[in-house]
């Protein structure tokens, strides 16, 4: 079976302090956790910070996002090996807040998927639908056109390496999450569309985390969904009883 992942994407939030707190918090109350893998992603400029204070813990690193390009001159960005060098093991890509606020393409999340693959790193691609889309029934196609865009090029083996995060824009940090239900729906046709393009063994492997308002009172029915193999977790994780609230829910899922 798939062993359950929780991540929390930090987002643009805390300082440095505060940050290095949350780390060390995590460090102790996660100490005990074998049935889970566990990670954070914290803003840049305090990954490193992040990841000292992690050091020796079961709680993995992972950045917000990466250019594709090596090391070189385009001002402004981070590459991957820069992200290897401080500690990273995951690097989150596709979010919607960078597909839709910043207008990041599904052939831009593939660039940089590509580059972390190459690096040896995690990528947690995230893919979902805006409110106005799921309303207009478009849930299906505009999570395909995220999937098959952002994953182009890429052979099984190299997918197996992919983490999937299913985010309804609709449920992101607005309070209003996705029933159980909701979310294994689409959860079970992102399976099915791995299945169609990289065969059964690689669905079978991949993991698909649910994200979008998940909560410690939330999370245990929706980990308990046959295809939800975990969570991406922005607002209540940056707490550390939240975020253990949710880890813990983990445990007490068949997933
Ligand atoms: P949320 O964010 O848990 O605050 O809804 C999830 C995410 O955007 O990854």
């Not at 099915?192 to 245990?220: C, H, T, W």
Request: aromatic residues 6%; contains cysteine.
């Amino acid at each position: 079976m798939r062993r359950p992942f929780i991540a929390g994407n930090w987002k643009m939030n805390l300082n440095r302090a505060e940050a290095v707190a949350l780390a060390e918090g995590l460090k102790q109350a996660a100490a005990a956790v074998d049935y889970a893998d566990i990670a954070v992603c914290p803003s840049f400029v305090y990954i490193d910070a992040v990841a000292q204070a992690l050091k020796g813990s079961n709680v993995g690193v992972g950045a917000q996002d990466c250019y594709f390009e090596g090391n070189g001159a385009f001002t402004g960005e981070v590459s991957v090996e820069m992200l290897k060098d401080i500690g990273c093991t995951y690097v989150i890509l596709g979010h919607s807040e960078r597909r839709h606020i910043i207008g990041e393409s599904s052939e831009l999340t593939n660039k940089k998927l590509k580059a972390v693959l190459a690096a040896g790193l995690i990528p947690i691609l995230c893919i979902g639908e805006m409110l106005e889309q799921r309303e207009a029934g478009a849930t299906d196609d505009v999570n395909a056109e995220q999937f098959f865009g952002s994953l182009a090029g890429l052979t099984s083996d190299d997918m197996k390496k992919v983490v999937i995060a299913y985010e309804p824009v609709w449920a992101i940090g607005t309070g209003k999450v996705a029933t159980p239900e909701q979310a294994q729906e689409v959860h079970a046709k992102v399976r099915q569309l791995i299945e169609f393009r990289f065969g059964k063994d690689v669905a079978d492997a991949v993991r698909i985390q649910y994200g979008g308002s998940m909560k410690p009172g939330n999370a245990a029915e929706l980990l308990a969904q046959a295809d939800i193999d975990g969570g991406l977790i922005g607002g209540a994780a940056l707490k550390v009883d939240s975020f253990m609230g949710i880890i813990e829910a983990a445990k007490t899922t068949e997933l």
